[in-house]
T-cell receptor
């Protein structure tokens, strides 16, 4: 089982839709969590950190569920420009090397 | 420049050729990571430096892969006797201090081995 797992998608949604992605992790001692966005043929860029209490940044909401060992990303009112791959990153206990999921592809269509 | 810089942006190598990929992190960033990203996959960890010390190289796929950061700033990833399976995008990332911080990525080097 991979340390960090994501549904690769693609998630194909119309503009204005609400879409949510989950990311599961295997190491219960994991310390910190992030969502990155990666556009086609570009480098990953930080979208948001994920805090234990949950956090919101505009249309984006990130949550952490330690009991079930997953993080989530909710995007409200999807825009065409939200089309990208969303990577979750988990810093597991022990080595603390940031570990990436394979990414979830989102396509927002008119 | 303000960001992480990688060169070359693209590299085509013949099988068996040696290649060297360069990463210039953000000035003052202590931590530097190399990742390998295959098409349709997430970045896979290769190696990690804290200043000039290589603290983790557990992700290097074989002894053909070697990385260094001799003065604690610029890093070079070298691949000897390249194979077709080495074809991927090689991403370099840096962070200010430790491992629990956000990463800043370079644009990557796309390596194609023919």
């Amino acid at each position: 089982r991979k340390e960090v797992e994501q549904d690769p998608g693609p998630f194909n949604v119309p503009e204005g839709a609400t879409v949510a992605f989950n990311c599961t992790y295997s190491n219960s001692a994991s310390q910190s969590f992030f969502w990155y966005r990666q556009d086609c043929r570009k480098e990953p860029k930080l979208l948001m950190s994920v805090y234990s209490s949950g956090n919101e940044d505009g249309r984006f909401t990130a949550q952490l569920n330690r009991a079930s060992q997953y993080i989530s990303l909710l995007i409200r009112d999807s825009k065409l420009s939200d089309s990208a791959t969303y990577l979750c990153v988990v810093n597991p206990g022990g080595s603390y090397i940031p570990t990436f999921g394979r990414g979830t592809s989102l396509i927002v269509h008119p | 420049g303000a960001g992480v810089s990688q060169s070359p942006r693209y590299k085509v190598a013949k099988r068996g050729q040696d290649v060297a990929l360069r990463c210039d992190p953000i000035s003052g960033h202590v931590s530097l990571f190399w990742y390998q990203q295959a098409l349709g996959q997430g970045p896979e960890f290769l190696t990690y430096f804290q200043n000039e010390a290589q603290l983790d190289k557990s992700g290097l796929p074989s002894d053909r892969f070697f990385a260094e950061r001799p003065e604690g700033s610029v890093s070079t990833l070298k691949i000897q006797r390249t194979q077709q399976e080495d074809s991927a995008v090689y991403l370099c990332a840096s962070s200010l201090i430790g491992l629990n911080e956000k990463l800043f990525f370079g644009s990557g080097t796309q390596l194609s081995v023919l």
